[in-house]
């Protein structure tokens, strides 16, 4: 699977190519990650952008991604900037998100779809912002957009 990633140009190719390969469910879902495109990874881009990356992809998968695109990208195994972003996931470690739906529900919204919509834009602010670590800044922002969402 690993070779083949080399070959699938996104991950949206990589059940044709696991077919063809008869890789088994394990091996196409490696496959289909190790395919993944997110300029994030290069070197060139900055590192918060590559741990908003790893936080969503998950240490093994941006590993495997991460190879595929140094490879891709021509650099030598030896390029100093390629290696540093390689071992971002053993040199930081993605935080957990601060709240739940629980959380949303306290702060007065509905149960239902705006949940949802709270959480999510909840993490977008705190992607966006590099994972701050400031609780009673995750606080107001949480209870800003629960405001928001009941209107």
Avoid: C
């Avoid at 469910?25 to 994030?40: F, H, W, Y």
């Avoid at 629980?102 to 992607?127: I, T, Y």
């Amino acid at each position: 699977a690993g070779l083949a990633a080399l070959a699938v140009p996104d991950p949206s190719h990589a059940d044709a190519v696991a077919r063809r390969l008869r890789l088994s469910n394990a091996e196409a879902a490696s496959l289909e990650m190790a395919a993944i495109v997110d300029p994030a990874l290069n070197p060139d881009e900055p590192e918060t952008a590559a741990r908003v990356a790893l936080y969503r992809l998950g240490p093994d998968a941006f590993r495997r991604a991460l190879r595929v695109a140094w490879a891709r990208s021509g650099a030598s195994a030896a390029d100093v900037a390629w290696r540093r972003r390689s071992l971002l996931a053993d040199r930081w470690k993605a935080p957990q998100m601060p709240f739940t739906g629980s959380d949303v529900l306290a702060a007065g919204v509905a149960p239902g779809p705006a949940v949802g919509n709270v959480l999510k834009a909840f993490e977008n602010w705190w992607l966006a912002n590099d994972f701050p670590p400031d609780a009673a800044g995750h606080n107001r922002k949480l209870k800003e957009l629960a405001a928001a969402a009941l209107g």
